[in-house]
């Protein structure tokens, strides 16, 4: 059987918010069978507690918030990018701040605190969405058509493009297709960080967000190159983060997929957008588990079944 996965004890953690720049020191707790991930406000009294839950996602400005009884925890999609890539089904996310901190803005973080305590197995399935027909959504701005869209497919599959005009942004960085049949998570995805540009500092600033932001948690670009000195991660670290958002974003749905992922110029709301598609459409998708793990398409097999380190 296919079996859902805890935390093995707590594990602990500070750093600054992204968009807040507030201090926040967060804690990972195992959880119990059925569970999910929680997000808990323990800055607050009483406590609040938060699902995390696609139809409990608020504010989606360059980040995906969680809002419940009047209270927010934001940018919370590397931390579940890192769930998700670890298989982790149930723990608790305690906070003493309205944001998880946004450390070296990518989810390798978040891995190594996971793996620094281990991943426990649990007694009861895992189980899984899996997508039964083609569900899409689609958006258009000033910068032109965007759009993402899940497909039935036996097994997690993501393919991602982008459309930035920088000269740093090499062409053959800004799209890629990631099959965890074939890939790792870890080495592949989870080091990708998030990225901005210097022009847009100011108006962000401004209203609000990127407080925290900084050359040690995020690849800045001027108008012609990368200010980082260390440089890039992977040669289309760009687009790799934008999965690495869409895994985070898409475990929102309570469960890993069973799907194909397509998407391009997708963000935070249009990702969000897609979840709650799916989600009322319930036609469109079953729930799955598998007693017996030889029956499981190679991506559960591989990349959820065995352990993760």
């Known amino acids: 059987m296919l079996k859902q996965r805890t935390l093995k004890s707590v594990v602990r953690a500070a750093g600054v918010g992204l968009h807040s720049g507030v201090k926040v020191t967060i804690s990972l707790r195992p959880a119990a069978p059925g569970t999910g991930i929680i997000f808990r406000r323990i800055d607050l009294d009483p406590v609040v507690d938060l699902r995390a839950s696609a139809l409990l996602v608020g504010d989606t400005r360059m980040c995906s918030c969680l809002e419940h009884e009047g209270a927010k925890v934001g940018t919370i999609e590397h931390l579940m990018s890192a769930f998700a890539g670890l298989g982790v089904d149930n723990a608790f996310v305690d906070l003493d701040a ?5 450390l070296d803005g990518s989810a390798s973080p978040f891995v190594f605190l996971i793996q620094s305590v281990g991943i426990e197995e649990q007694p009861v399935a895992k189980r899984f969405i899996r997508v039964k027909r083609p569900i899409e959504v689609r958006d258009r701005d000033a910068s032109g058509e965007k759009w993402a869209r899940l497909e039935p497919y036996d097994g997690f599959r993501l393919s991602f493009s982008i459309g930035f005009n920088h000269p740093a942004i090499d062409r053959t960085g800004q799209s890629v297709t990631i099959d965890f049949a074939d890939h790792s998570y870890i080495r592949e995805v989870a ?5 901005g540009f210097m022009q847009e500092v ?9 407080q925290g932001g900084g050359l040690d948690n995020a690849v800045v670009l001027d108008e012609f190159r990368v200010l980082n000195a260390d440089g890039l991660r992977y040669s289309d670290e760009f687009v790799k983060h934008k999965v690495l958002d869409a895994i985070g974003d898409l475990y929102l749905l309570g469960q890993p997929l069973l799907a194909s992922f397509i998407a391009h110029k997708s963000g935070h709301a249009l990702n969000n957008a897609l979840a709650r598609e799916l989600l009322a459409s319930p036609e469109a998708w079953e729930y799955v588990s598998f007693e017996n793990v030889d029956l499981a398409p190679q991506t559960v097999s591989r990349w959820l079944a065995l352990p993760a380190f």
Do not use: K, S, Y
């Not at 080091?191 to 990225?195: M, S, W």
């Not at 100011?202 to 990127?210: P, Q, S, T, V």
């Open 191 to 195: 080091r990708a960080r998030t990225f």
């Open 98 to 102: 309205a944001e998880v901190p946004i």
């Open 202 to 210: 100011e108006w962000l600033r401004e209203n609000g967000l990127a």
